[in-house]
C-alpha cells in the first residue's frame, strides 16, 4: 500500500484508528504488541482500543510507545470464531467488535481494524455503518503480490460474501477499480473475471452475464476490461483488478498464504541441508531477506471492505504482532490519504450507474438500445 502513502509523503497530522482488541486467535497481547509496534514506527497515529478494561490497561502499560497514545474503551463482550453473524446481529452491542465500528460511526476515528470474525465484523459493520447508496452486497478487497510495477493487484471479493450475481460482480469490479485508482494511483486500471478459462463462451452462466456487463461498462467507469483471467493471473502483470465471489476469492487467497508458507519453509529446510548449503545460505543472506518480506503474508495483512459508509480493515484471525502492525499501517494510509471520502464519492456513483445495467441490458436484447 506504498502508494497511497507516497500520494500524500506530507500527511496530515493526528490520525486516530479504532482497533478491536479481542477475537483474535492470539488475543489481546498480540494486538497491543502490534499496534505498540505501529506507534513506535509513527508519531501521528493515535488509538481507540476497545475491550475489556483492566486486561487492556495492564498490557498497553508494558508498552512505551503507548504511553499517551492510547485511549481504552471498555468492553466485555467479545465476538468468537464461531458466533454465528446472525447471533452477532442481535447480541453484539457491548461487544468490543461493536464498540470499535461505533467509534467510527460517531467519527472518533477514521478506520476501524479487526482480527475478528470475517462473518460478523462484515454483518456488523453493514449494521452500524450501513451500504453506500446502490451496493447490494460489500465486498473485501486486498493486495496481492504481482509482478506489476505498483507491485500489487486488487482482488476482491475474498470472503464477505460467498454468492455473487452477474450484478454483483459488475459492482465489485466499479468498486475495485475505484480502489485501484484512489488506492494504486492507476489512472485507468486494468480489471479482469476470475474463470476457468480465458474463452468467452467458458463459466458458470452468471459469469458470462457478468462478463458482458462489464464489458458495457468500462467507459464510463473508467477501466480496461481484459476480460476473463484464470488463477495463474492472480499474481501477473495482465491485469490490476480481480473480480470473483467470496468463495472462490477466500479459497485463492488461503491458498496463496499457505503456498508463500510452504516456500519459505523448503528455503529453510533447502539451505540447511549440507554445510556447503548453509554457507551459501550466509552469502545470500540479503537477497533470501528481501525475498522472505516479499512473500511474508503478515506484512501485505488487511483486507479493505468496500460499500460501506465508513473504512474497515479486516486483519487475519491468526494475526500476530507484525501483522497487525501491517493492518494497522494500511489502516493508517488509507485514513491519511482521505481514502474512505473520495472513495466513497466514487463508489456511490459508480454503484448507482450499476442500478442501470440489467435494464440496459434489457432493452439491447429487445433491440431498442443504441
Known sequence: MTSVQDQNKAGSGRVVISVDAMGGDHGPSAVVAGIAQSASKNDNIHFLLHGPRAELERLVAKRKPLAGRCEIRDAEGVVSMADKPSQVMRSGKGTSMWSTLESVRNGEATVAVSCGNTGALMALSMIRLRKLPGVDRPAIAVLWPSRNPQGFNIML?????????????????????????????????????????????????????????????????????????????????????????????????????????????????????????????????TSLSRLKKRIDPRRVNGGVFLGLNGTVVKSHGSADATAVSSAVKLAFQLAESGFGDRLAARVASAALAAQDAPHEQTEKGHGTGS
Open 157 to 285: 471479493d475474498v470472503g464477505a460474501d460467498i454468492r455473487a450475481d452477474a450484478r454483483d460482480l459488475l459492482q465489485y469490479a466499479l468498486m475495485g477499480a475505484s480502489y485501484a485508482r484512489n488506492g494504486l494511483g492507476l489512472s485507468r486500471p486494468r480489471v479482469g473475471l476470475l474463470n476457468v478459462g480465458t474463452e468467452e463462451n467458458k463459466g458458470r452462466p452468471e459469469l458470462r452475464e457478468a462478463h458482458e456487463l462489464i464489458a458495457s461498462r468500462q467507459d464510463d467507469g473508467k477501466f480496461e476490461f481484459v476480460g476473463f483471467v484464470e488463477g495463474g493471473d492472480i499474481p501477473g502483470d495482465t491485469t490490476d483488478v480481480i473480480v470473483t465471489d467470496g468463495f472462490t476469492g477466500n479459497v485463492a487467497l488461503k491458498t496463496g498464504e499457505g503456498t508463500a508458507s510452504l516456500i519459505g519453509d523448503l528455503l529453510r529446510e533447502a539451505f540447511a541441508y549440507t554445510p556447503l548449503s548453509r554457507i551459501a545460505s550466509l552469502l545470500a543472506l
